[in-house]
């Protein structure tokens, strides 16, 4: 299993008020393939997904990636792990006002190890021609395609993307969401992402429905449905 | 209104911003108050002083006595006195010049114990009392009579007591004194001389001075030396000293708030920039403009009015110190400290006005918008400058490409940073070129090869010991220019005790005319010129012709044999009126003559070296204060503005040391910029004040430099207030959570 979880337990303490975010997480992802976890707001996707990235530590419980496990990990191995391993594509993109494209793309760049090719990495999301340009200059949705760029660019075993969609309108979610389907089957990247949307679950190899901290179910696609195929 | 109450809360939630605004308007509020204060008040005891002790216009020496002064008096329309004097050595290092005690013009004043009331009472400097370690009721031999020093004095025409006009400043082991006419004549020693005070105040003095002279021509009455008033380098160095009081307390603070406007415009804006949509907010709930105005003036006008008080209040104490810490060199009696109330309600007044009309500007920029812009945030929150956008930095890497553009995000902050530098770097470099050129002066002397420099009030003929050279010499000004003085000085055509090079190094022989680099700067002369010279004594004009240019800013000084000046000058041949020696000379009682030694310049020059020295720390103090509030405050307006993208780094794996480097190191070009461009600054903000001194006081220094290790000093001090800053800022990069990044709104 690329990602196994066990158990994972997550609480924070807000003056007196204790709040149990994550309560016995088990959830497991082969390597290659896509999941989208489901929820409401307030569910834990994001905390779950924090963890994951080496962003936050569970309280208890195992989240192994890839063989390692990530709970354990001190500050600095976090730290390797997340510049190795992980690509984040954040909501609203992130993307550094006053760099362009290509410089955004850098920032990662400029730290990995054996990172692809940038005009190649611009070119697979349809963005070699705006390499210059600065961020307000570009759509949303060409937003969207910098920040994934500047994610897979390391070649990150693990693609963690937070409501990538969840700004945009519905055909340029549907361009990022073939992108990223793209992405996953060059490079065999392993995504993970969280999303409201639950017609986007027909693209994924797994789907884990979170609700108050809990996986209430998880569904193996049989059939999955092409991201360009997708409607809502 | 209630919005109001926020004040004080976001005033506490960004300490170090406000804090090193109020820090920046202390400061400046300080050195207004002080420096200005000081400067009137040295300006007004002085003026007290000439006025009151009633300061001759003019001294003069004539080749004969005057015998009628009452009639002369009546007919020139002033108050003439005559004055005795000699110069008393006490001991090796110590000498004293004697006067008589004048009752109508240059009266001595009394700074401390009792006025002369008998015969074998004295009068002496208090400068000289306090280096030598003399009190009031201690004995003085002079001339085998002793004298009970009855009180310490000072002269007005003796302000700045040099020992002679040449010099530049004071020797530890000069002093003058005052002892009563019956005394005097017993001596029977020293030479006459005359000081001229002319009744109408409102007449030009230069003019009255001709007539006068003239007058005295129709007698007969031939004049020796002549020197006005505003000539005499012992008096009109205050002038010249109240010139750099008052340019410095109008410049220095000027500068600080010019730097504090930035920074409160940069604070303000920013905190606009960030509460637009509070402000949207407020517009739509019904607020208007103007309540918003006020709300946002509130905060520098806070920041003025505390900073005013506290440093107008801070510059009030010191004034009394630094007064009779000057008043150790000026020798002025302090009747009492004054403040002036202009002066404090400036120092008051000065930051309110610059604070808030400048901050006035950003608030209309930022308040412009409508409040739908507002409210959904500005169009501009991301504009990418044209600095930004224009430069072509592709073939740098990728870490210094993000160095610079975080330093080009903003140009005001760019601006405070670039200026703060240049500014704390002036005021650093400010007492290291004072040092360097004092270094010199203690070093440099390679023109003079002598131990004595005798000087008489008579022509002489005596022949001289070996290691003795005569000279000659007569005061010029150049045409047009009755400021300016210089001297023709003659000396001997191989003569061995002075050494002139031309600009290659090749050594010049004098038995040719020669002119030092001042005077020849000042006439625009090359070799070959022929300039027309005045003399200073009856307005003459010669010509001379130049023959060589002496490297040295040594002097204002045309060299030529000293046969050659004799006939040209129409002197005695084989006279000559001063000696250089490197051995002490035997002369006779009955002549008079001043004697300086070059032990006593050098020791002149440390005794200005000490002082000098404390005043370099303080502004040194000063100046890493004012650059380590800069750098701290930009360092941390760049961590403020880079939240997300420092948060963003620490998600994609970046780790501490590689952040503080992109983040903090990315001023470091500036700061290095800030210090080069600080350097010729200094160098010209100085070139200012040296003007000054040589409008007013005729005074001519050597070009200013900074030596070498003194701007390698000046850049590690300036680098170690940027890395304390750095140091300091780390923490708040280390602080900004990997969440900063997840929460963020839309781009």
Redesign the interface.
Known sequence: MFIDISNLKKSYTTGVVITEVLKGIEMKLEKGEIGVILGPSGSGK?TLM?IL?G?DRGDSGSVIVDGVEVNKLSD?KL??????D?G?V?Q????????TVG?NI??????SKSPLNIDEVLAAVEMQDKKHR???ELSGGE?QRVSIARAIVKNPKLLLC?EPTG?LDFLTSRSILQLLEQVNKKYGTTILMITHNAAISAMANRVFKLRSGEIVEEVVNQVIVPAERIEW | MVINKRIKRVLLENKAQYIGCIVLIILSSFVFTMMSQFADNFERLANEFQVGYIQEDATFTTDKSIDNLQELESTANAMIEEGKTFDYTLSEGKTLRIFSENDRVNIPAIIDGKELSGSGEILISPVFAKTHNYRIGDELNILDKTFTISGFTALPNYIYPLQSEEMMMPVPGFGIAVISKEDFAALNQGSNFYAVKFNDIDRNLRRQSAEFRELLKSRNIDILKWTNIEDNKRVNVVDAQVDILNLVSNGVPTGILLLAIILIGNVIGRMINRESAIIGALYALGYRRKELYRHYLTFPLMIAIIGGIIGTILGIFPVRFMVSFMFDAYIIPLTGIQYNPINIIIGLILPILFLVCGSYFVIRKELKHSPVDLMKGKKDKNKVNFLESGLKLEKLKFPTRFKIKGQLRSLSRLAFLLFGVAGATMLLLWGFTLKSGFDDMLTGGSVYNFEYEYKFDKLRYEPLPADSEPFQALLFLPENDDKRDFYVTGILPDSALITLVDESGTKLSTNQVIVTKPIANLLKLKEGDTVDIVSKLDGRIFSVEIDAIADTYEGRFIFMPIADFNEKFEMPEGSYVGVFSNVLLDIPENQSYSVVSLKDKLAAIEEVLGPTQSMMSVLAVIAFIIGMIVIYLVTSMIVEENKGTISLMKICGYRKKEINSLILNSSTIVVVIGYIIGVPLTLSALGVLVQSLENSVGMSLPPLKIDLPYILIGFIAVMLAYELSKLLCKKKVNAVSMSEALKAGAE
């Open positions: 994001s924090n990235g962003i600095n730290t390797d792990y997340r510049r190795g992980i984040f954040f609203f993109y992130n993307l550094v006002p006053n760099l410089e850098e920032v990662v760049l400029n730290i600065f961020p307000r937003q937070d700004a």
